[in-house]
């Protein structure tokens, strides 16, 4: 079987492009990826000389390079984590998170119909959601929870699910959708909260935190997203919305404190800065349908994989120190310039 994984240079598609290479050794993986800042193709250096693996370099949103793409490849399954992914930048500049989360979504799912792709799977966030109150321990998202974006970018998240939704209704297309809460785990770009603490303490910088570092998100390792894709795409019902968190809500500040703790860094790096606009209170799922229907639960416990990723970025400071100084973007060149 091919799978065509989108967006597979980035944190959690490399994570899963490796896993699926573990768990499924005679699939064919081919990944494409537009290599924009956050896509990062040394993540995958030690999949590029194997058989049963491709990586192309390409945007979701050209529909003849996607169909070119498929016309070669007849992937059976495809999984799309290509996006624009990060909250402040969409607050700065929204378009590019229209074009790339919402009509390149709907240039794969075409693709998918004219080349009978046998599933479809959209790579969503818990973010569509919006947020729950902090005093309401309670309440949890389902997947029947309304749909209530904040910010362009979960916004344009949530247009991807209505559209492969609708294709689904319209067309028959078989999709599936996941709906994560926040992952983390080796690989992932230092503009994100963990990978950017631990860079920033580990350089004796300022962490800086936004408002009184409150904000509620659930966390979950990022294999355990994986495994939930994995069981969805072998499981999950065409047409089926899955939630999948790991019951693991943790403030901001909490997370930032004990990142210190390990590195044996001082609170006093801390410094708290002016709120992101809109910023969303808590996110917390309920993951029990997926744990019913497909029985997935996480198998990573938050100071297990905090501990690891912690350790991770320590033995693997060549990664991200690249990608600090922005020499990772030559590697593309060096690997394939001229070729
Ligand atoms: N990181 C999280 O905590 C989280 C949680 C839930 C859902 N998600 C979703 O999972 C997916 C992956 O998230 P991530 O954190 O790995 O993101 P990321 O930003 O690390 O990676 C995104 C990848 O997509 C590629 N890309 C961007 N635009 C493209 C385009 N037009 N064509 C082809 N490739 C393109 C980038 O080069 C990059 O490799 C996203 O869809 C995101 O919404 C992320």
Same mark, same amino acid.
């Given at each position: ?62 529909? *003849?390079?996607? =169909?070119? !793409? +498929?016309? @070669?490849?007849? $992937? ?8 624009? %992914? ?48 902090? *005093?309401?321990? =309670?309440? !949890? +998202?389902? @997947?029947?929870? $309304? ?8 916004? %344009? ?56 570092? @409150? ?125």
């Amino acid at each position: 079987m091919t799978i065509l994984v989108t967006g597979g240079a980035g944190f959690i598609g490399a994570n899963f492009i490796r896993y699926w290479l573990d768990a499924h050794p005679l699939d064919r993986v081919v990944c494409l990826d537009k290599l924009t800042y956050a896509g990062n193709l040394s993540t995958l250096r030690p999949l590029l000389g194997r058989e049963n693996f491709r990586f192309v370099r390409g945007d979701i949103c050209d529909r *003849d390079a996607v =169909d070119a !793409l +498929f016309e @070669e490849e007849r $992937p059976g399954v495809v999984v799309n984590f290509a996006a624009e %992914s990060h909250v402040d930048r969409s607050i700065e500049d929204p378009g590019v998170f229209l074009r790339t989360n919402v009509l390149g979504a709907g240039v794969l799912m075409d693709a998918c119909r004219k080349f009978g792709a046998r599933r479809f799977h959209q790579v969503s966030t818990d973010e569509v959601y919006g947020d729950l109150p902090l *005093d309401r321990p =309670d309440l !949890l +998202f389902s @997947e029947t929870t $309304p749909i209530h974006a904040s910010s362009p970018y979960s916004a %344009s998240k949530a247009s991807a699910d209505l559209l492969a939704l609708a294709y689904f209704r319209t067309y028959g297309l078989p999709v599936t959708i996941s709906r994560c809460s926040n992952n983390y785990g080796p690989y992932q770009f230092p503009e994100k909260l963990i990978p950017l603490m631990i860079a920033n303490a580990l350089a004796d910088r300022e962490l800086p935190v936004y408002g009184t570092g @409150e904000n509620v998100r659930d966390w979950l390792y990022v294999e355990d997203h994986c495994r939930a894709i994995d069981a969805i795409l072998s499981g999950g019902r065409p047409g089926e919305i899955f939630n999948v968190g790991g019951h693991n809500e943790m403030r901001n500040i909490d997370i930032v404190r004990l990142i210190l703790r390990r590195l044996g860094k001082p609170e006093s790096l801390i410094r708290f800065v002016a709120d992101r606009k809109g910023h969303d209170l808590r996110y917390a799922i309920d993951p029990a349908k997926i744990h019913a229907e497909l029985g997935w639960l996480p198998e990573t416990r938050f100071e297990d994989g905090i501990a690891r990723t912690v350790d991770w970025y320590l033995e693997n400071r060549g990664w991200w120190e690249e990608i600090v100084s922005g020499e990772y973007r030559n590697y593309y060149e060096r690997m394939y310039g001229g070729r």
